[in-house]
């Protein structure tokens, strides 16, 4: 699987305007109240959740805001590869170690974008995932960075997700229209309820194999506005 950062290697292309539109989105979902921590999930594996946090990152940090990216997803980390950043030491060691959270955080090769790697895969990611020390981590992180984005596992498969919710402002939803069916989609909707998580919107990712290039489909669904758009992409995770 070929990893890249669309928004920073073609930031003329459709797709990197896709995701400025999610950036203002975003920005224009926090008119009552502010939105600096984000979780991002989906209803299954492989649906571009972690490839549209990296980019939604790159994507903000070009505003000259500053971003931390913090791969939650210890079951199978993937931001280390779209950054291209070593994975040895991560949010796994960081959460069971008495240290300073900023120990093991790096710097990318985007200014203004921090990322905290998953690190290696531990016995315990959910229990780690919903412990003190994280919420702490996190809000921590939200008093030093502009923006918070957090990769976490698909919200069926395990809790991970759901034990997040109340530590971020908000909920982002990503969905690969040609492989997941509605009533899963919607499940995934219900999961969320379920724990009262404010869901900002829905990325949807539909992919239509045509002359052998991929196309991408993303739906922001906010409160007041939808914004639709077509155009050529990368496959992504």
């Known amino acids: 699987m070929a990893y890249s950062l669309i928004t920073l290697e073609h930031a003329k292309s459709p797709i990197s305007e896709a995701y400025r539109t999610l950036r203002t989105n975003v920005q224009f979902s926090s008119v009552d109240s502010e939105i600096k921590k984000i979780m991002i999930t989906s209803s299954g594996p492989r649906e571009g959740k972690s490839s ?3 980019n939604l990152a790159v994507s903000i940090a070009q505003t000259g805001k500053s971003v931390i990216v913090i791969d939650a997803d210890m079951r199978n980390p993937t931001q280390h590869k779209l950054f291209g950043l070593d994975n040895g030491q991560g949010l796994s060691v960081a959460l ?13 090769a985007v200014p203004g974008v921090m990322v ?4 290696p895969i531990p016995p315990n990611p959910a229990e780690l995932v919903g412990s003190k020390r ?26 991970d997700a759901a034990l997040l919710v109340q530590d971020v402002d908000g909920v982002i ?14 499940r995934a909707k219900e999961q969320l309820d379920k724990v009262g998580a404010r869901i900002l919107g829905a990325v949807l990712n539909k992919v239509d194999m045509k002359t052998n290039e991929y196309y991408y489909y993303y739906e922001y669904h906010g409160s007041d506005d939808t914004t639709k758009k077509k155009h050529k992409g990368h496959k992504g995770r």
Do not use: C, H, W
């Not at 069971?96 to 990318?108: G, H, P, S």
């Not at 905290?116 to 690190?119: D, F, P, R």
């Not at 809000?139 to 809790?159: C, G, H, K, N, R």
């Open 52 to 54: 549209t946090i990296a």
């Open 96 to 108: 069971l170690q008495d240290q300073d959270y900023r120990k093991y955080v790096k710097e990318t």
């Open 116 to 119: 905290l790697t998953g690190g």
């Open 134 to 159: 994280m919420k702490g981590l996190i809000e921590e992180f939200s008093q030093e960075y502009d923006m918070v984005l957090i990769d976490t596992p698909p919200i069926i498969a395990v809790t």
């Open 173 to 186: 939803l990503v969905l690969a229209a040609g492989e997941v069916n509605k009533d899963y989609a919607l």
